[in-house]
């Protein structure tokens, strides 16, 4: 009897995980916009597909006096539901989530959350700090869009995107009212695609439907242990790909680095093998290819494309600051470098404080790093006697 009774909560429970995993979205688009952004967003949504699986977060610059109607405005353009967040809410596909007046947004695991702005009087970080929580929460199926505005928000958010394997996209500087903001984002050199508004939803639909078509070799190859649960957990760290295990493309994944090796003279041959497939994969979604062997070709008969590989495989440097047991590696070794040596007693306890300060803010869930942080600092007195690289700076 137990048995039985059990038999139909059993599948209840199932129904329930079925339908809970049916409402996780494919992928969240946050779309950073300020001066000149309502018009190009009621443009977006007029072209984007209501069933495309994929859930948007709007983030403008609004005035924090006066009510904002900029969720109804948008609903105005399309079928999907548009809310303005006004408490915690998790996200699904095929819904618009608008940032409130007078708060920023940030997203943790799959959940918006309100915040009170913190930012100094006349200093717009919003869009920075949804894109940064948006990169740690969702990876590889992040999306960041950086639409008209008169500022730079959103440059440092979009960096980490792409720093986690998540897509890029800036709205054309000559359709764009206020081009500032597009352009800040296309002076990194991070930017995927530069696009009119009315193309980006098309996009977004090809990089939906080509996602599922993506297939690449194990993370950990038939020599190599599983990734520890703490990697899996990473935002970055589960491929978004099928997995094959043809021998072509354990071959076409050898010539790839290979060939880069040869084009650029960097060896990523000894790299982490689930780091090397990351970026890899982060390529194929970028140009549309679906396997190691068609993106190899590619990569062969685009004269750009190494040194785009290049510049991915690199990125992920971020990472190195928010990894603690590197830096206390670091503060244990050294120091130690400079026993003995002229002006060690000023450098080492230099070191020690520029490890742990750079452990600490980039640890810090809601501080925002900006790349000049990124640096260990050595005392006028000791550059020139530093001359054999022991303690360079990380430019």
């Not at 900029?70 to 353009?77: E, F, M, P, R, V």
């Not at 080509?210 to 599983?226: F, G, H, M, T, V």
């Not at 004269?303 to 670091?330: K, N, S």
């Amino acid at each position: 009897m137990p048995a039985e009774s059990d038999s139909p909560r059993k599948k209840a429970t199932a129904k329930k995980r079925r339908q809970s995993e049916n409402k996780k979205p494919t992928g969240v688009v946050g779309l950073g916009a300020s001066a000149g952004g309502v018009a190009v967003l009621r443009q977006f949504f007029e072209q984007m597909p209501a069933n495309s699986g994929l859930a948007f977060v709007v983030v403008m610059h609004l005035s924090p006096e006066h009510e904002s109607n900029l969720a109804a405005i948008i609903q105005t353009t399309t079928s999907m539901p548009v809310l303005q967040v006004q408490d915690e809410v998790k996200v699904q596909p095929n819904r618009v989530y608008v940032i409130p007046p007078n708060k920023h947004l940030s997203m943790e695991d799959s959940t918006l959350r309100l915040r009170q702005p913190q930012q100094a009087p006349g200093k717009r970080i919003a869009i920075d700090l949804f894109f940064r929580t948006l990169a740690l929460a969702y990876g590889q199926r992040a999306v960041c869009v950086l639409l008209s505005g008169t500022d730079s928000d959103g440059v440092i958010g979009l960096k980490h995107i792409k720093a986690q394997g998540g897509v890029t996209m800036a709205q054309d500087p000559a359709e764009a009212e206020y081009d500032t903001m597009p352009r800040a984002a296309i002076d990194t050199g991070m930017v995927d695609w530069v696009l009119r508004a009315e193309q980006m939803p098309a996009k977004l639909v090809e990089l939906v439907q080509n996602e599922k078509r993506i297939q690449l070799p194990p993370e950990a190859s038939a020599d190599e242990k599983e990734e520890s649960s703490e990697e899996k957990a990473a935002p970055d760290g589960k491929i978004a790909a099928r997995q094959t295990h043809d021998p072509d493309d354990e071959s076409a994944l050898r010539e790839t680095l290979s060939y880069l090796t040869t084009q650029t003279g960097h060896d990523f041959s000894h790299y982490k093998r689930a780091t090397v497939l990351r970026r890899i994969a982060r390529r194929l979604q970028v140009n549309s290819l679906e396997d190691i062997p068609s993106y190899l070709v590619f990569l062969r008969s685009h004269a750009d494309e190494p040194r785009a590989l290049l510049h991915d495989m690199l990125i992920g440097v971020t990472h190195f600051f928010r990894d603690q047991p590197a830096f206390a590696a670091l503060e244990g070794n050294i120091p130690q470098l400079f026993t003995g040596k002229n002006g060690g007693c000023r450098a080492a306890p230099l070191a020690r404080k520029r490890i742990r300060s750079r452990c600490y803010f980039a640890n810090k869930p809601n501080g925002l790093i900006r790349p000049r942080q990124f640096r260990f600092l050595r005392p006028i007195s000791t550059r020139k006697r530093c001359r054999t690289g022991a303690l360079e700076s990380i430019r």
